[in-house]
């Protein structure tokens, strides 16, 4: 009897799974078979219609689809990887150090994502241009900082504070330099910390939007603006459009699908546990 | 006020979930005991034993895979935890932080609907038993440990409960304040004369506390009986060598018959020890098996014994009392004396053993040997 | 091996003053335990000692070679912590491994391997030099830490509560282990602890530590029965030892106590002991507190001679014997008793106090006065250290 009750209740809560699942998953389905179809099918039919490549042939062929993906690549790493060089001291200086207005320094990073995206970039738009810093690869990489920093900072230090300080301090009583330790002890601990929050930092840092937008124009074109140019002012290639989508959708999709274990993991911090 | 039976308890948990099916997925295994009225029973164990889960069956916190509980003469297996008469007290404090300790002592008067007047007759009642009259307006926050543990316990006997269970209840108090608090349970209980069940891992806890000790592993309940019955008189090894400190020294032995009498020899060393006559009836020559002896029941013989010299490996001087270990093949035999004389390692001692306290245990399942009883 | 010298050595974490001008010497090759409760600044003077954390004043020599400035890596000790910290990612090899294969302590993979070999025979762990830190209990943990120092061959080894967080028969299991391998040290070993067993048992000499200045510097025996303060006599012994207040009145020729037992007075005549009485007519004496450990209370289920009748408090077990303690008004005395007794609380008792066992405190210093048989005493507790 009491196993019929259980077994009633998973049946019930794999339904309910699988709705939620039909639910958040057609979106990126009707994405893809937009993406196949010619411009004539898009509003007319919806599963039965003739697929076709064509719209794959014009975005990835005859148009910069390619330079598209090469600069997002390009500003999405750099920014990761300043965000690494810049923030795992940080992390370490604000996990292990005592120092005067620690916390605030430490809210004051987490701020940056606080603010609307769109509240900030008029005055950056300014000062960029004022800096010749507007549309440009530094320029770009230096903003999206605001987007990575702070998470990976955040992430980072939680698990710098979980490693036992007396790690460190036997370490140096067994003969090892600050950097030995740093490298050979610490970066060890951190590595999944480290891997999921920069990985989350490229995906957010890739799919960004507003700050390409205002803060870039011909010299510097991520694929999440470039995408827009498949909206015409008179006629909109949909098909186009969803295939600049799905393929920009891709990478990001990939990272989160191999680190999704370590990512649950990773962002719920605990390095030195049990 | 009743006592407790169990009858065949069984749990099992559900690891259909788990990729890992774990070897013995029994928690509690046939499971039988009875607490007559007004006694103090203590669960122990190692942890992960079966111990708190047997307790919250009991509670009605955890359903029963088979078998019965009864408090008193009530079939409890189907009733709902607040329906069964009990208190609790668990290992976690878990106080209503916005009340004060009047609030939370009087919670589940309250939840009830008792009178007004009646709750605060009985938190007065109870205040003073517990010593918390002094803390009836702090918030908990501002309470330390023990004062915690007090406020708990009253939590628990205010709803005049049948059956009181308290699950390690000290285990967050340090060293002196846990002392302390052990004293004042045994008091309290011995006041309000409540049928207790008390889980603990700490065998001094349960031997200082309890008149009956249900000892309990791998979900199996080894031996059920009083302090002096589970020191005196252990059922197998597992018992012997979980109660009492330092443990029960336990060495592999081979029984010798050296002219007409048994001897229990050791491998890698001279010791000897005469096997008690009773034993006489289930050893022979080259018999295997393992003895057991207490520390306090192996001397350093004077200067005329006739006892096996042996050298010391280990001399510990505790002030109150000395230990003095001794290598018997690769076992350090244990000693305890309170003789005033300061040994150092290497000397030798005549070592002596009260022979009719050893025990003895099958060499592969543990279980005590005993003689055989005539009929 | 070295010789560690302390001098004067002072450290403040903010408001607290946690260390307060501590000066030890400490000698080659002996085994020194600092003891004292929770937050007296035992791990401090050891974390000064191996260079983590530095002192404002005072100034730390090995072998008159002063250390100051040394940074950790340097100073060649090896440290047991009290939370082991061992490194997460390396077996239980590595780890043990870790210190001789940095560039300064640095040494041939055979050696090394020779090395972890003989300390894991030396600590019973041969089977598990291939896990990870998170596949070990805790008393394992305990010997990998442990072996971690073995294997060097260092100034001075620190070890820091490194049986702290065992449960009790496994501290007291694992001490017997350490006392055996203590011979086999080789070098001078310092010894945090707050368990008086510990500290007796392996301490050549105890330091007694509280509110960061050193109480009383002796051996486990000196500190034991000529404890300098009730502070000092209450840390040594499980169950503590009495404290009696107790007025001093003159009774023939020599003198008696008396003691107020749940509002009724009660007199004792004091044995005779020249160097109490002595002590008693110099300082003209009234009031003392007489300090009794519980073996040296004897007690009676039935009226007896010198024998005063009191309630029981309490009767429970601690092991091998068990401790009953008395209602005596404004104190309570605790004494041994066997096990399986049967002693009912609140029932009657009648207790005789082994005065010829005591220890006299002065009641408002707290500080000791004399002890019975004080001469004895010093002549086999008091060792003097060359």
Not at chain 1, 116 to 127: G, K, Q, R, T
Not at chain 1, 157 to 180: H, L
Not at chain 2, 96 to 103: D, E, S, T
Not at chain 2, 192 to 198: A, G, L, V
């Amino acid at each position: 009897m009491k196993t019929g009750k259980q077994r009633a209740l998973n049946v019930l809560m794999n339904v309910l799974l699988i709705i939620y699942a039909i639910f958040a998953l057609f979106p990126l389905l009707w994405m893809l078979l937009i993406s196949f179809k010619s411009d004539t099918e898009v509003f007319t039919t919806t599963f039965i219609f003739h697929p076709t490549l064509a719209n794959y042939q014009q975005v990835l062929l005859r148009s910069d689809y390619a330079r598209y993906i090469r600069d997002s690549l390009i500003v999405s790493g750099g920014a990761v990887l300043v965000s690494i060089i810049v923030g795992v001291p940080a992390a370490y200086a604000l996990a292990r150090y005592n120092f005067a207005r620690k916390e605030e320094l430490a809210f004051q990073i987490l701020s940056y994502k606080f603010a609307p995206e769109i509240l900030v970039v008029l005055p950056l738009f300014m000062i960029y241009q004022k800096l010749g810093l507007y549309d440009s690869y530094i320029g770009l990489i230096w903003v999206y900082q605001l987007i990575s920093l702070p998470l990976l900072i955040w992430v980072v230090r939680g698990y710098f504070e979980d490693i036992s300080v007396e790690i460190e301090y036997a370490a140096q009583v067994d003969g090892y330099t600050w950097y030995q330790i740093f490298f050979k002890m610490l970066v060890p601990l951190i590595k999944p910390g480290l891997v999921s929050s920069a990985l989350l930092a490229f995906i957010f840092a890739w799919n960004s939007f507003t700050f390409p937008l205002i803060l870039a124009s011909s010299k510097v074109y991520p694929v999440t603006v470039a995408i827009t140019k498949y909206l015409g002012t008179d006629s909109a290639h949909y098909g186009q459009l969803a295939v600049a989508a799905t393929v920009s959708a891709i990478p990001a999709m990939v990272f989160a699908l191999c680190i999704q274990k370590h990512l649950v993991r990773g962002l719920s911090f605990g390095a030195v546990k049990g | 006020m009743a006592g407790l039976t169990l009858e065949h308890l069984y749990k099992r948990y559900d690891n259909s979930g788990k990729k890992k099916k774990t070897v013995n997925d029994y928690a509690v295994k046939d499971l039988n005991l009875v607490c007559e009225q007004g006694e103090f029973i203590a669960f122990l164990g190692p942890s992960g034993c079966g111990k708190t889960t047997t307790l919250r069956m009991i509670a009605g916190l955890e359903e029963i895979t088979q078998g019965n509980i009864y408090i008193g003469d009530r079939l409890v297996n189907n009733l709902h935890p607040k329906d069964r008469h009990i208190g609790l007290a668990f290992e976690d404090y878990a106080m209503y932080p916005p009340l004060n300790v009047y609030g939370n002592v009087a919670f589940n008067l309250r939840a009830k609907g008792v009178d007004k007047n009646e709750i605060d007759r009985r938190v007065r009642e109870i205040a003073p038993l517990m010593q918390i009259d002094d803390l009836l307006d702090k918030m908990p926050v501002k309470l330390s440990g023990g004062q915690k543990q007090r406020v708990n316990i009253a939590r628990a006997i205010i709803r005049e409960p049948e059956l009181l269970l308290m699950d390690e209840p000290l285990s967050h108090l340090d060293g002196k304040a846990r002392q302390a608090m052990r004293v004042e349970i045994k008091r309290l209980i011995n006041k309000i004369r409540c049928t207790t069940i008390y889980v603990t891992h700490d065998q001094l806890e349960a031997m200082s506390l309890a008149d009956k000790i249900a000892i309990i592993n791998f979900g199996v309940l080894q031996q059920f009986g009083t302090p002096t019955e589970v020191y005196d008189d252990p059922v197998n090894e597992f018992v012997a060598s979980f109660i009492g400190e330092p443990p029960m020294n336990i060495l592999e032995t081979t029984i010798a018959k050296i002219n007409d009498k048994f001897f229990f020899t050791f491998k890698d060393s001279n010791l000897q020890i005469a096997v008690p006559k009773r034993y006489y009836s289930v050893v022979q020559d080259g018999f295997r098996c393992k003895m057991g002896v207490r520390p306090m029941d192996v001397l350093v013989g004077g200067p005329d014994s006739d006892g096996t010299p042996e050298e010391i490996a280990t001399f510990e001087n505790l002030g109150d009392e000395r230990r003095i270990g001794i290598h018997v093949g690769d076992v350090l035999l244990m000693l305890i004396t309170e003789d005033e004389k300061r040994y150092k390692r290497g000397d030798i001692i005549k070592l002596e053993v009260r022979e009719e306290k050893t025990h003895l245990f099958d060499i592969e399942t543990g279980d005590r040997i005993r003689e055989k009883q005539e009929a | 091996m070295a010789r560690i010298t302390l001098e004067n050595i002072r450290k403040a974490f903010g408001k607290v003053q946690a260390l307060d001008g501590i000066s030890l010497d400490i000698k080659d090759n002996e085994f020194f335990v600092l003891f004292g409760p929770a937050g007296a600044g035992k791990t401090t003077i050891l974390n000064c000692i191996a260079g983590i954390t530095m002192p404002e004043e005072g100034t730390i020599s090995f072998n008159g070679e002063i250390m100051n400035l040394i940074d950790p890596a340097h100073r060649n000790v090896a440290m047991v912590f009290e939370n082991y910290a061992l490194f997460p990612q390396m077996t239980v090899y590595d780890n043990m491994a870790s210190a001789l294969r940095s560039k300064l302590y640095r040494e041939d993979e055979a050696v090394i391997k020779e090395r972890i070999d003989k300390a894991a025979r030396m600590m019973k762990m041969e089977k598990l030099l291939e896990r990870l830190p998170s596949q070990l209990s805790n008393g394992q943990k305990q010997r990998v830490a442990m072996g971690r120092a073995l294997v060097r061959t260092p100034n001075v080894f620190l070890m820091d509560e490194p049986l702290a967080h065992l449960d009790a028969k496994l501290r007291n299991s694992m001490r017997t282990e350490l006392k055996e391998m203590q011979a086999n040290l080789g070098s001078t070993c310092i010894y945090v602890t707050h368990d008086f067993m510990e500290a007796m048992a392996l301490g050549d000499r105890i330091a007694i530590i509280n509110k960061g200045k050193i109480v009383q510097i002796g051996s486990g025996d000196e500190i034991y029965y000529m404890p300098c303060n009730e502070f000092t006599a209450e840390l040594m012994g499980d169950p503590q030892i009495n404290i009696i207040p107790a007025e001093i009145y003159k009774s023939g020729s020599g003198y008696g106590a008396e003691m107020i037992v749940n509002g009724s007075k009660v007199r004792h005549e004091l044995p005779e002991d020249k160097g109490v009485f002595a002590k008693i007519q110099e300082r003209g004496l009234v009031k003392v507190d007489l300090g009794i450990r519980p073996q040296h209370i004897k007690y009676a289920f039935a009226p007896a001679d010198g024998y005063f009748k009191t309630t029981v408090y309490s009767y429970e077990s601690i092991g091998n014997k068990s401790v009953i303690t008395a209602e005596c008004g404004a104190y309570q005395l605790r004494m041994i008793a066997p096990n399986g007794l049967n002693v009912d609380i609140d029932s009657d008792i009648y207790i005789k106090l082994e005065l010829d066992r005591s220890i006299l405190f002065d009641p408002d210093s707290k500080k000791y006065l004399t002890r019975y048989d004080e001469e004895a005493i010093k002549s086999f507790a008091v060792k003097e250290v060359q």
